[in-house]
């Protein structure tokens, strides 16, 4: 008889029977309440009844004490066959069994340490059944080792059933559900033209109905009415798509977060000394001037953030390089110095060469064909081809210092008009830029921002907009639709403006009064805009308010 159903040997002066016989009962009851827990007699009831220990471990089961507290003799005989049906063992098993028995003072203290056992072994089971119920893992014999191997089938079929549920999922997810209104039973391309009057708000909602809306209003032909109308959100005013590998759907949310002026403000790059930087973006890299180099910064993949060590440097100049652009795998800087720089970025080659009296303000380059204006009054034509670099090819002559140049995307290769021939003496423009070959923008020392249309009048603006507090504004940039940024002279401050309203949308000062100075340089993506100063290049971002 195993551990658990030991008796006291008969005449040993252990209890009477009546008492052994009451010990039975209380044994079998527990005997019959584990296997009502435990069900299809996995091992552990079994174990319970006198089986070779709890069948885990093989070990002697500690619940025999009670037992062992002194059934008598025909306690003792009445226990073996049945120990020896139920347990497995012989009839010299449990008569050994009785021998070793203990005395009945024990016997309490051993039935509470079974209980124990017990308690212990079933978390065990119920752990290896959690996991997965490996066979290779049952340590026991017999039963528990046959309920440790149904219990990895039941696992593997849960594990499997899981997977065909997966599936299921993503097939229903895919599929246009069987029920519901008859609206949702017509053809896909009627539904696309249906859902593309919705507003931004109605979407949003019918996303939530089921996966399979969700998946359909996700549709870029969906957003794409809505991303026109939105601020930054990649599209130009012609309906143009610049950047067709993101979705249009998540454009619009960032572009609610340049509407409401919801953005994380950091600084990508300190100087110690004050400086007039001038940066351009290519790609994932950024290229910002400081003092007479040139440095080339690589984005980490969040764009708030740069690789601390340069790309490359590109030097060459004297004095500080005032102004540069990007064109053809070239930079073509402009610097104090009176010349202008010419640097393969995938390259060590660079080439400078004089071109004008005094120091080169501004400079662009366009189909091969590189402008630059001085403070000499005069701005000149020069060709980027190898074999004639500094060869100037035309001069056209001004009234006053040229402090910006921007070449049409037409490429006339001639002057085609004067713009603002009425300003008042000391409006300046210190910023210009095309949108397409007849409009442009323009900002300076007049504190507007102002749009030109070439085709309606070259005398007076289409629109304006005039900077609240009445600074300079040294720089601006679009989004090529409606989102206009500017940057003023006083207090590093950057505004957004809404092309289709008058007044300003957010302002965004970048410096306090001690550290004062004007935002020289700006640029945007869909997802963030930099701003240069004297001291520090900033960033705004509205991906991650």
Not at 256 to 280: A, D, F, H, T, Y
Request: aromatic share 8%.
């Amino acid at each position: 008889m195993g551990s658990q159903g030991r008796s006291g040997p008969p005449g040993n002066g252990g209890p009477g029977e009546g008492e052994g016989g009451e010990a039975r009962k209380l044994q079998e009851g527990r005997v019959a309440r584990g296997k009502r827990r435990k069900g299809k007699g996995k091992g552990k009831a079994r174990a319970g009844q006198g089986g070779r220990g709890s069948g885990a471990e093989g070990k002697p089961g500690p619940q025999t004490a009670k037992e062992a507290a002194g059934p008598g003799a025909d306690a003792g005989a009445r226990a073996c066959p049945r120990e020896e049906a139920e347990g497995g063992r012989s009839v010299e098993e449990g008569a050994r069994g009785i021998v070793k028995g203990v005395e009945g003072s024990a016997g309490a203290g051993k039935e509470a340490q079974g209980r124990e056992y017990g308690k212990k072994e079933e978390w065990r089971v119920r752990a290896r059944r959690r996991e997965g119920a490996r066979p290779g893992r049952a340590q026991g014999r017999g039963g528990q080792a046959w309920a440790d191997i149904a219990g990895t089938g039941v696992a593997m079929a849960a594990a499997a059933g899981e997977e065909e549920e997966e599936e299921e999922a993503a097939r229903e997810s895919a599929a246009r559900p069987a029920a519901g209104p008859a609206l949702w039973r017509l053809p896909e391309e009627l539904l696309l033209l249906i859902c593309s009057y919705l507003d931004m708000r109605a979407l949003g909602r019918l996303a939530q109905v089921c996966r399979w809306l969700r998946r359909f209003t996700s549709c870029d032909l969906l957003w794409r009415r809505i991303a026109r109308a939105s601020l930054n959100s990649g599209f130009t005013r012609l309906g143009t798509d610049l950047m067709t590998s993101v979705p249009v759907k998540e454009r619009v949310k960032v572009s609610q977060n340049w509407r409401l002026g919801r953005c994380r403000e950091g600084i990508l790059l300190k100087w110690r000394c004050s400086q007039m930087p001038w940066m351009q973006l290519e790609d994932d890299s950024l290229y910002i001037s400081q003092a007479n180099f040139i440095l080339a910064y690589q984005f980490r993949p969040d764009g708030a953030s740069l690789n601390r060590r340069p790309l490359g440097v590109f030097a060459g100049h004297d004095e500080d390089v005032c102004h540069f652009v990007l064109a053809n795998s070239h930079i073509v800087s402009a610097g104090g110095d009176g010349k202008i720089g010419i640097h393969k970025i995938h390259s060590t080659f660079t080439v400078k060469y004089s071109a004008h009296e005094q120091e080169v303000n501004c400079v662009d380059c366009k189909g091969g064909i590189i402008v630059s204006g001085s403070r000499d009054r005069t701005a000149k034509v020069w060709p980027l081809a190898s074999g004639r670099l500094g060869q100037c090819l035309h001069t056209i002559q001004t009234e006053d210092r040229v402090w910006s140049i921007a070449i049409s995307p037409l490429l006339s290769g001639q002057l085609m008009t004067h713009l603002g021939s009425d300003f008042p003496p000391g409006a300046g423009v210190l910023d210009v830029m095309y949108e397409s070959p007849f409009t442009l923008l323009s900002c300076g020392y007049d504190t507007y921002v102002r749009y030109w249309d070439l085709r309606t009048s070259v005398r007076k603006c289409v629109m304006e907009w005039e900077e609240p507090h009445d600074s300079t504004l040294y720089c601006l940039q679009t989004d090529g639709n409606h989102l206009l940024a500017t940057g003023s002279s006083y207090y590093g401050v950057v505004r957004l403006w809404d092309r289709r309203q008058r007044a300003c949308l957010h302002a965004f000062p970048l410096t306090s009064t001690p550290l004062s100075s004007p935002v020289y340089c700006l640029r945007l993506t869909t997802k963030h805009l930099y701003a240069a100063l004297s001291y520090n290049l900033h960033v705004l971002d509205f991906q991650n308010p």
